[in-house]
T-cell receptor, first 115, second 110 residues
Framework: SQTIHQWPATLVQPVGSPLSLECTVE??????LYWYRQAAGRGLQLLFY??????ISSEVPQNLSASRPQDRQFILSSKKLLLSDSGFYLC??????????????FGEGSRLTVL | DAKTTQPNSMESNEEEPVHLPCNHS???????IHWYRQLPSQGPEYVIH???SNVNNRMASLAIAEDRKSSTLILHRATLRDAAVYYC???????????FGTGTRLTIIP
């Protein structure tokens, strides 16, 4: 069966520090991968998605970046965190056919607090 | 992308059916209707999806209007664990991403 893991689950970082969140998927190949963010009391915002290794689509301009160094690994990074980067970050995957007729599966989430 | 409109919040009594409405008047013929829900402090989870016909699964039923401009998610017997934000989302053929709106916050009253 397929599983998705992301880490760390919780982190507190000072403003201006770097960030690295990792996500891996097991039990499938060539998945579509996604990073979403949910600020406190807000809706889910799609940040990045990837349909293959090295292929990253950015949905919103920001100081975050994403990379996909391996087929089932998706990394969210920042060189310098801002207070507004605080939130609940969610990694997700779907089959390569897309989400039109399939499901989007979410990880457990990473809660980031920037102080 | 075609948009959906949902009430911000709803309440329902435990062990009673719940009907969550969604309007999508600009839906196109190839758009699928998806429902996800998000429990507190968790990522969203898939509930159900459909195109034209009504759909049933172990979690819920999806009733789609004949003109497809609206749909209703039906929870047949609400439990406290069904308290969540429910999202109605449209997707189209070849779509690679899901765009979540604000959804409906469902409160279950014991």
């Amino acid at each position: 069966s397929q599983t998705i893991h992301q880490w760390p689950a919780t982190l507190v970082q000072p403003v201006g520090s770097p960030l690295s969140l990792e996500c891996t998927v097991e039990g499938t190949s060539n998945p579509n991968l996604y990073w979403y963010r949910q600020a406190a009391g807000r809706g889910l915002q799609l940040l990045f998605y990837s349909v293959g290794i090295g292929q990253i689509s950015s949905e919103v301009p920001q100081n975050l970046s994403a990379s996909r160094p391996q087929d089932r690994q998706f990394i969210l990074s920042s060189k310098k965190l801002l207070l507004s980067d605080s939130g609940f970050y969610l990694c997700a995957w779907s089959n390569s056919g897309g989400v039109n007729t399939g499901e989007l599966f979410f990880g457990e989430g990473s809660r980031l607090t920037v102080l | 992308d075609a948009k959906t409109t949902q009430p911000n919040s709803m309440e329902s009594n435990e062990e009673e059916p719940v009907h969550l409405p969604c309007n999508h008047s600009t839906i196109s013929g190839t758009d699928y209707i998806h429902w996800y829900r998000q429990l507190p402090s968790q990522g969203p989870e898939y509930v159900i999806h459909g195109l034209t016909s009504n759909v049933n699964n172990r979690m819920a039923s999806l009733a789609i209007a004949e003109d497809r401009k609206s749909s209703t998610l039906i929870l047949h017997r609400a439990t406290l664990r069904d308290a969540a934000v429910y999202y109605c989302i449209l997707t189209y053929f070849g779509n690679e991403k899901l765009t979540f709106g604000t959804g409906t916050r469902l409160t279950i009253i014991p």
